[in-house]
């Protein structure tokens, strides 16, 4: 759709990330992936690359950033047909603040600055250090063990 050429190196990348999350994957129970929810994740990962290589389009790049985010999440929002349950406690409702805020609203307005600045290659860069930064945490912060399998992906 951007003529966005397909290179070996890139391929080569691809390949190298999906392994690397397949490393980082452990079940307590020795279960394997899930092929309906590894599909999922696929598409979102499609989905989320459309969207790092649109928003740096020329279209987009004169466009205030509150106003795409402003779009981004309007239309994004997907109901595959599962029930919506109203929280009955207060805390309840700020921890749903706390989830629309703080990793939404504030990690695509940040995402959709940097691909306006630098571009979108250097902030899918970026943006894939996401699980190094979780497995340093699970084991500096939560105690997690970091197995060579976990170093390794």
């Given at each position: ?15 190298l990330a999906l ?63 599962s029930a919506v ?69």
């Amino acid at each position: 759709w951007f003529r966005e050429k397909l290179s070996m190196q890139t391929a080569l990348c691809i390949l190298l990330a999906l392994g690397g999350i397949a490393l980082l994957y452990e079940s307590g129970d020795g279960a394997t992936l899930d092929l309906t929810g590894t599909i999922l994740v696929m598409v979102s990962a499609l989905s989320y690359a459309i969207y790092i290589v649109g928003v740096n389009r020329p279209a987009l790049k004169s466009v205030a950033t509150l106003k795409v985010t402003f779009y981004v999440l309007l239309f994004g929002r997907l109901d595959f047909g599962s029930a919506v349950s109203v929280p009955d406690r207060w805390y309840l409702w700020g921890n749903l603040v706390a989830l629309a805020v703080f990793p939404t609203a504030i990690s695509f307005l940040c995402t959709t600055r940097a691909i306006q600045y630098i571009g979108s290659t250097p902030t899918a860069i970026l943006g894939a250090l996401e699980p190094v930064t979780a497995v340093f945490f699970g084991v500096a912060v939560f105690g997690e063990s970091l197995t060579l399998r976990i170093g390794c992906g």
